[in-house]
């Protein structure tokens, strides 16, 4: 593919194969023309990069990345935004997907709002095969209109999550501008502070991507164990983890240090605080736990 596509779709994945068929045929039928969706496998073991590759085979706007081994979430994620070639991106989880006019509705709202950095569809949530859980409360979502720290907020109330991880598009160089994605669990929330502190978004309001939730995801793998979660993003070893004590301690950074004057700092801290923090209080004493149970499952002997 050699010209310049309006829109980069990084799709990352690893042993992704169950769903990863379904995922790049939607994303193949978008009814938008000028794309390129690029494939990163990061070391899968099952039928992930045969199926990857056999789609890029009978169509010029894919291709494939690989790596031998897992490098971890955030190389993966981030190397993707280092290989796109459009003015837009999004990712794509190899197990969302995409309804038909997503991507042509993000990139109409951004040329509508050139102010806004990030548009982003409402949401349905579905399960392992396809069946319809629910929807997320996303219906009406105004960033356009807000103050940074009240952007914040409107993000963490209705837990407006598609803005960074279910098919929000980015402006390309707005994105890497950023950061890309932080290398750590619960970056993409960060991310998500870090942007609406600095520019507005906009949303489409149809319900035009769909979020499956299964037993196989990454959050769930790793949640019994502190260590693993973390190193699904970090590979390097560590006796002990603290993850939700971090990220807390990212987002009230980001908000701290964000190019506002001193006003909206402090009101971007207390919506941190008051919208996360304390919300979220019982992560805190959770993290404590699944130390200490892990430092005495090692002390008996156990993995």
Not at 1 to 23: C, D, H, I, K
Not at 157 to 163: F, G, M
Not at 177 to 183: N, V
Request: charged share 25%; proline share 5%.
């Amino acid at each position: 593919m050699t010209r310049t596509p309006a829109v980069t779709v990084g799709v990352p994945v690893w042993n992704g194969a169950r769903y990863l068929e379904e995922a790049l045929t939607a994303l193949r039928d978008q009814d938008l023309d000028e794309i390129e969706v690029v494939i990163a496998d990061n070391g899968s073991t099952d039928a992930t990069l045969e199926i990857a590759q056999e789609l890029a085979a009978a169509d010029e706007r894919f291709t494939v990345v690989t790596s031998p081994v897992n490098r971890g979430v955030t190389w993966n994620f981030n190397r993707l935004v280092d290989l796109a070639r459009a003015p837009l991106f999004m990712w794509n989880a190899a197990d969302d997907v995409v309804q038909p006019g997503h991507l042509r509705a993000c990139m109409e709202a951004l040329e509508a709002h050139p102010e806004a950095t990030i548009a982003f569809s409402r949401v349905v949530l579905i399960g392992a095969d396809g069946e319809r859980l629910g929807e997320r409360d996303d219906e009406n979502l105004d960033f356009l209109s807000l103050a940074p720290a009240d952007r914040v907020r409107l993000f963490f109330r209705r837990e407006v999550y598609q803005a960074i991880g279910y098919g929000g598009v980015f402006r390309t160089e707005a994105l890497r501008a950023m950061g890309k994605h932080p290398d750590f669990y619960g970056g993409d929330m960060a991310l998500a502070v870090r942007m609406a502190l600095r520019a507005p978004w906009v949303q489409v309001p149809e319900q035009l991507f769909w979020a499956r939730n299964h037993d196989e995801q990454t959050n769930k793998l790793q949640a019994s164990d502190p260590v693993r979660q973390v190193q699904a993003y970090r590979t390097h070893r560590r006796p002990v983890a603290f993850p939700q004590w971090y990220l807390n301690h990212r987002l009230l950074a980001e908000a701290v240090r964000a190019p506002l004057d001193v006003r909206q700092r402090s009101r971007a801290a207390g919506v941190v605080l008051r919208d996360w923090t304390i919300k979220n209080w019982r992560f805190f004493p959770y993290d404590v736990k699944r130390n200490v149970q892990r430092l005495a499952r090692g002390r008996g002997g156990a993995a």
